[in-house]
C-alpha cells in the first residue's frame, strides 16, 4: 500500500493516513503528494496501532489523495477496524472497495449536485457520487461534505445538495475554499456566507456543521 504520511499531532485526537493519486482532478486541491512510500499492509497496521498504543488515541482516518484506490484499503482497514474506530474520507467513485471495507463512519465528498458544475470542477461526472451517498444513506456512518466556493459551489447550489440529502436527513458538513495559488479564480468565502449556507441547509437538514465550527469526534457504531 502506498502512503504519504501519518501523522498525530497533540493537539489532535485522531491518527491520520494520507493515500497518494486520486482519480478526480479537482480545481481548488492542494493536494500534491512527495516522497511517497510503500508498506505492506501489516506493516502500516503495525504502526498505526503502535501510535494508538502510545498515545491514547483510538481513532484512524484513511484520507487522501484518493484512498479507495488503494487496493489492499480493505485489508488495512480489517485490521485496524478490530482495535480502532476507522474513517474513510473519499470522493465516493470507488463505492465497490468501500463496501469490502471496515469503517465506522464514511465521509463522502460531493462537490456539486448540478453535472456541469461538477465535471468542470472535477473533470468527472458526479452520478458514481451520487449512487455511493444513495447506496450508504440507510446507515449511520456516511456524512456528506462540501467546498462552498463563491460564484461557483455557492448558496442556492449548497441549498440544492441540501434538499437532495433530506430524504435521508444525511448529517452535512460546509467548508469555506481556501485560495492557495491554483488555477481557479475564486474568493475565499467571508464567514457570514459559510453561516447563511448551514442555516439554510438547516431548514432541510437535522445536523449541518461548517469549518467554522470546532470539530470533536464522536464515535459510532459499526
Not at 469490502?100 to 460531493?110: A, G, I, M, N, Q
Amino acid at each position: 500500500m502506498n502512503y504519504i504520511q501519518l501523522s498525530h499531532i497533540s493537539i489532535s485526537d485522531i491518527i491520520t493516513i494520507l493515500t497518494p493519486s486520486c482519480n478526480f482532478r479537482c480545481r481548488y486541491c492542494f493536494f500534491t503528494p512527495r516522497n511517497c512510500r510503500e508498506y505492506d499492509v501489516q506493516s502500516i497496521g503495525d504502526r498505526i496501532l503502535e501510535i494508538s498504543d502510545r498515545t491514547g488515541m483510538d481513532r484512524v482516518l484513511i484520507a487522501g489523495g484518493e484512498p479507495t484506490l488503494q487496493e489492499d484499503l480493505p485489508e488495512l482497514t480489517k485490521i485496524l477496524g478490530r482495535d480502532l474506530h476507522v474513517t474513510i474520507s473519499t470522493n465516493g467513485s470507488r463505492r465497490d472497495v468501500l463496501r469490502r471495507s471496515t469503517f465506522h463512519e464514511v465521509h463522502v465528498d460531493l462537490k456539486a449536485l448540478d453535472r456541469k458544475k461538477h465535471r468542470r470542477l472535477t473533470g468527472r461526472t458526479n452520478r458514481d457520487v451520487l449512487e455511493c451517498i444513495e447506496e450508504f444513506s440507510d446507515s449511520d456512518k456516511i456524512e456528506v461534505s462540501t467546498v462552498l466556493v463563491p460564484g461557483i459551489v455557492d448558496t442556492p447550489e449548497i441549498e440544492r445538495i441540501a434538499r437532495f440529502l433530506s430524504w435521508w436527513d444525511i448529517p452535512y458538513r460546509i467548508t469555506g475554499y481556501v485560495p492557495h495559488g491554483n488555477s481557479m479564480a475564486a474568493r475565499r468565502p467571508t464567514d457570514d456566507e459559510i453561516r447563511n449556507a448551514a442555516r439554510i441547509s438547516r431548514m432541510y437538514l437535522s445536523s449541518v456543521s461548517t469549518s467554522l465550527d470546532f470539530r470533536r469526534h464522536k464515535k459510532r457504531k459499526m
